[in-house]
DNA sequence: AAACGTTACGAATCGCGTAAGAATT
DNA sequence: AATTCTTACGCGATTCGTAACGTTT
C-alpha cells in the first residue's frame, strides 16, 4: 500500500469531496477512490459516510484520521532531521577515551571543531582501553580515543603521537640518585635489575598501562613489590611524591618536581596515541574533520 | 513504497543482519535487500553500515528506527480500535436533545443499552430542534431525538409517540372553570377565542413549540398579551402555578396540581417524539438498538 | 445538465523471487 | 567453501488513468 494514501485520506477529510481532494493533490478521482474503497476494505469498515452533500467521517474514520496525522507529523520531522544529517548539518559523533586522557584531549579539540559543525553533539563514553574494542565493534561507538600496544586486525588506527612510558621514583630512594639532575627532561633508560623488590604502586590490572609493565617485568624477570592498585594515574604520582613507593605513567604527566625524578624504559616501553574505528565504518565528514584537528592540536601541544 | 518495509527495517537491527532479518520476516534476503537499498536511497544517506559482522544502523538509521517503533506503536492501537469499533465491542454514538426532553429519556435507556454495549460511549450535544437539523448534516451527530412537527425529506424519522401541547391556566383566571374537576387526567379542548388578551409566559422564539403556538394563534386570530419568554418549561411551570399568566407545555409535565388546570388544543397541536438519522446515514448496530430500545422504553413509560 | 462516487479495463509501475555475482572470512 | 550483501532479470500484483455508468440535485 502506498504512503501517499495516509495524505490523501486527510485531503478527503479537509475537503470533503473525493473529487476536490484528488484535484488538491494531482491524481485523478477514480485513483483516489480506489485508494479509499482499499483502505475501507482493509480495514473492514468504512471511513467515510457517502452523502451527496459530503463525506462525513465515521467514528472509525475520525481515529484513523487521527492515527494519520500523528503519523504524518512523525514522518516530516523524521525526514527533515535525516535531511539535515544527510548535509551535516546536525548529527552525532558517538567516541570513547579514558577517564583520565580523552578528556584532556578533547577539551582542546572541540571548541575548533564547534566553529565548523555546531549542530553536532558528542556522546562521550568513558571506558579502560580494553572495553573500548567492544564498543567500536557493536557500533555503539564510531571512533575511540586509545592508547595502542598491540593493533587489532579489524581496527584502523590513525596515529596522533607516540607516548613512553616513564618510572617514576621518589628523590629519598637510592635509585633517585641515577637519574641525574634533569630527568624531568629527557628520562635516562631504566636498569631493569634494580626493580626487583621494590616496593610499587600498581596500575589496576583493567588497564591497558598494567598489562604493558607485566609484559616487560615478566621479559627481565623483575618481582615488583605491590603494595596496592589504582586505575588513577593522579593517584599513583601523589604516591610516588609522597615517599611510599614506584609508580609508572605517560609521558605526559612529567612535570619538574622536587619529590620525584622519572626514568624511562626505553624504545620497549611506548605506545601509540591513536583515534581507532573499524575498517568498515564510513567516516561521515565531521568525524574526518574531527580527526584531523586531533591531530593539529596533539601536534601544537607538543 | 510497501508498508512492510517499516517491520523489515526493524527486524534488520534486530537481527544484525538482512539474511536473518528475511528469514525470520519470511521473505527472500533479495526483496529484504533492495527494500532497504530502495528506501536508502529515497533517503538519500544510509541507514546502516555493513559490516560483514553485522549490520550497524547510523545515526540517521537509529533515528529513522526510533520513528518507526513510535509510527508501529500508534498504527497497532488504531488498527486494534477501529477492529473493535468493527465488531461493536466499542464506539461512539453521537446524539443531540433538548436540554429538558432528552435527558429524561436519556436516563432511561442508557441502563438498558450500556448491558449489551458496555464498550460504546454517548458523545451528547444539547441543542434546540432547529439547531438540530445542521448537526444531522454536516455529521457532527448521527441520531437526534426530536419533536417533529414539520418533517424534512433529508431525514429519516422513527415515531416513539405522540405528544399534545398542552395550554396551562391558573385556577385564579375566570377559564379555569371551564375546565372541570380532572383536566390533569384528560385536558378539555379549549376554544381558542377566550385566550386574546389572555397574559402568556410564552417559550421562547428559539424553540420549536413557540413556531408551533404562533402558527396556531395566527390561523385563529388569537392575539395573546405575552409577558415574557422562556426556553424552560419549568420556568412556564412555575409562573402559571403563581397565578401570573397562561403558558404551553407539552403533555408529559402535566401533574394533577392545586395550583393550575390543563386543557388541550386538540389533534391540531400535538407533535411526534422522533428519533431522526440522515436518509444517507448508515444505521450501526449499535445505533439500531438504541432505537429499538427508546421505542421500548417510551411505550412502557404509558 | 452538472456534479460526484463507483466500476471496468488496459497500461505502466512496483515488488518479489530466482539466480548469479562480488566480497569477506 | 561458506556466508552475506548486491545486482540482473522476469513474472505477477498493484496502482493509476481513461472512460463509462449510476445516482442525486
Redesign the pocket.
Known sequence: ??L?ILENILAIEREG????AADKMY?????M??????LEEDLGIPLFT?S?RK?IPTYAGKIYIEAVKKILAIHNETYSRIRDIAEFRTGEISITHTPERGALNFTNVYPVFHEKYPGIVFKIYEARVKEMEKLLLDGTVSLAHVSVYKRNPEFEYVILGTEKVVLGVPVTNPIAELAGEKSWKKPPVIDTSLLSGQKFVMNDSSTLMRDIIDDIFKKNKVKPNVLFESVSTGTILSVVKNQIGLGCFPQSYVKPSKEMVYFSFGEALQWELCIAYRKDHYLSEPEKYYIEISKDVYDKGK
Chains 1, 2 share one sequence.
Open positions: 500500500m502506498n501517499h469531496s473525493i473529487t476536490k491524481i485523478t478521482q477514480s485513483a477512490n480506489q485508494q479509499l474503497l482499499k457517502r451527496n463525506m
